[in-house]
């Protein structure tokens, strides 16, 4: 047993007034949950203390919620630990995690205050209903709708079951592994700077509705996904959503999938992506290295120097770049005419340019995807395996992908 | 830590080389005073930031097991100065270190330029940022032997860049789990003050600067204003990409966010630098577009003091 403060945002809309931080004294095994503690101080200190949970063993996804700033599930993780990363960040910066945690007050906030509490907040990107329940109507549920969480497939039913080769079905056992808990709309940082951003629930959930061989709208949904302006290159590529996923779904992974299906179907999409990555590509079989004004000119404009015609878009994003290279120009940073038109820069010296388009060329024919999720690393240990098949069990078929 | 010399095979990446020489420059003089030895990568190709595997994962891996590959071939460890660069390189790294056949499949693509990138043994060959090294390698008291100008009364903002912080189990955490507080170790023993703030280690903005050009500037605009308000003096990063957004960018991101902004961000190699006594100048910060100048008056007032 140890003891552990534990430090709350709390908030009751009945009250009238705004949220307020509570500190509470817990005692507790360090293996046992953060939810755990938070249990124990409702039944000890204070019965209204309001939190969502069920299971308690990360299968339901009820208890999501930000322990010292990272979004999680409150029975996932262990207090011990969350003792450890509150003292770290402690050491590191001079600054609690209770001190650089939003700047609310309330009472007793200073009073009595432990050195280096465990900070836990209600989830990000969603409204708060009271203390660290979270309305996972407005945001979370209602973007898993948006993108059509359902099969859609043509043609007369069959009398039974649709049959599928089980293979085919691998691609998306890690998408299904999603249990909706929200950790990783509450960690999105495209979505802190744009509410509207589909999000990396919603989409990893896309992804499982597109790489379904029985779906029979692949094309309108990748077309519908692409063409919204906050869908799939919306998305910031911060890897928060990965770090916050309790079942290893990498919703970024499941977009970057979205955005590689789109590419080969050619669509264009409003916010210039699609260019934007085969600009990249393309320059780099060229050239090596990048040439950023090159970069910029062909993700707007591709072959502007042949016959396409920019869009208006285009123009106007362009337009708007010039005073960032003024600037640039102004302090020396841009001043070379490699920097300044696009396609000077150089290439790699000495036959090592034609090294890099070979690779291309073999990888062209492979275009292979290789996914750890799914094909595991080599000479794990037994142990583990097993470990990891209990871990994926809600996703349905993965036992057997495990393997 | 040792004292015997450090010696990597570098890769400075494209953006150091393009719209941030200074950071390539201010490196190159910081290895120098520190006896870092440098064995540049010239031959080496951009580490796709992502976006080539975005488009194409087997290409993207077979491109970085040509960089590894190369710098393998010096016999040497590799090291970076760019955030994006460490994560678009860890990710594929970690494909190629998972399995044996993908990694044979991978290097026939290169045997014929007589290349192999051959998994290291645990603690062997390894892919540092500068800022991993330092901390890791070349010891923070090594370190603060070197100093020669604290950075005292200077109010330093961390920001890391997130390829650099997630995903933990990608980047090498389970090793060293105190990769997302090096910035703080070494602002502190360069004589700074860290000033703790809400973007630290949030995204700057970046890769979508041309795709959803607002969301991108609302993040670079609220960070930058974020430090403002803790009281930051600059802000250091081991990110181009992030310096092109929170710097280059800054004038832009504060039409966004509604509000004047003007914070100098510096490049790691930068702040470094100028704790060895190098000046601004030779440091390339008068390349920078947010001013650099108050970060010089704090410095001129800190060793008056």
Known sequence: ?403 | MSDEKIKVAYWPGCVSRGFTPELHGSMALVAERLGIELVELDRANCCGAGVIAEHNQELADTLNARTFALAQQTGLSMMNICSTCQGAQSECQQRLDADSAYRAHVNEALSGQGLSYEKGEEGGWTNKNFLWLLVEDYGLDRLAAQVKRPLSGLRVGPFYGCYIVRPKERLGYNHFPDRDIYLEKVIEVLGGQVVEYDGARKCCGFPVITMARETSLRQAGTHVGDAIDAGADCLVTPCPLCHLNLDMQQPEAAKVVNRDLGLAVLHLPQLVGLALGAEPKELGMSKHIASTGWVEERLTAGAAA
């Open chain 1, 1 to 403: 047993m140890a003891e552990y403060t534990i430090k709350v945002r709390r908030f009751q809309p009945e009250s009238g007034e705004g949220p307020y931080w509570e500190e509470f004294n817990v005692d507790l095994d360090p293996s046992l949950s953060v939810l755990d503690g938070l249990l124990q101080a409702k039944d000890n200190e204070d019965g209204s203390l309001a939190v969502r949970c069920s299971c308690r063993a990360a299968i339901c996804g009820s208890c999501g919620m930000k322990v010292n700033g990272q979004s999680t599930l409150g029975c996932k993780t262990q207090i011990g630990e969350a003792q450890e990363q509150a003292d770290k960040m402690k050491g590191a910066t001079g600054v609690s995690a209770a001190e650089a945690s939003s700047p609310i007050r309330g009472e007793g906030s200073d009073l009595g205050s432990a050195d280096n509490p465990i900070v836990i907040e209600p989830m990000g990107n969603m409204p708060v209903i009271k203390d660290l329940i979270t309305d996972m109507e407005s945001t979370h549920w209602t973007k898993i709708r948006r993108v059509t969480p359902w099969l859609l497939p043509h043609g007369e039913p069959p009398e039974r079951e649709y049959i599928v080769d089980p293979e085919s079905m691998i691609d998306i056992t890690q998408s299904m592994a999603c249990i909706q808990c929200g950790a990783c709309v509450s960690s999105c940082l495209s979505m802190e700077a744009d509410p509207g951003f589909i999000g990396p629930a919603a989409l990893a959930k896309a992804y499982r509705f597109v790489g379904d061989p029985r779906d029979a709208e692949t094309q309108e949904r990748l077309h519908d996904l692409a063409e919204d302006p906050h869908g799939i290159y919306d998305c910031t590529h911060c890897f928060s959503c990965i770090d916050a996923c309790p079942k290893g779904v990498a919703p970024m992974d499941q977009i970057m999938r979205l955005r590689r299906r789109a590419g080969e179907e050619g669509i264009e999409d409003p916010n210039s992506g699609h260019d934007h990555e085969m600009a990249f590509v393309k320059i780099i079989e060229k050239k090596g290295t990048l040439d950023e004004s090159l970069l910029l000119q062909e993700s707007f404009a591709p072959g502007v120097k042949g016959k396409l015609k920019p869009t208006k878009r285009a123009i106007r994003e362009m337009l708007g770049s010039i005073p960032t290279a003024i600037r640039g120009i102004k302090t020396g940073k841009m001043r070379s005419l490699q920097k300044l038109i696009p396609g000077v820069h150089h290439k790699l010296p000495g036959g090592a340019q034609d090294e890099v388009k070979a690779i291309y060329k073999h990888a062209e024919t492979h275009n292979e995807e290789f996914n750890l999720y799914i094909k595991g690393e080599e000479g794990e240990l037994a142990e583990v395996d097993v470990e990891k098949g209990i871990e994926r069990s809600t996703a349905p078929a993965s036992e057997e992908v495990g393997k």
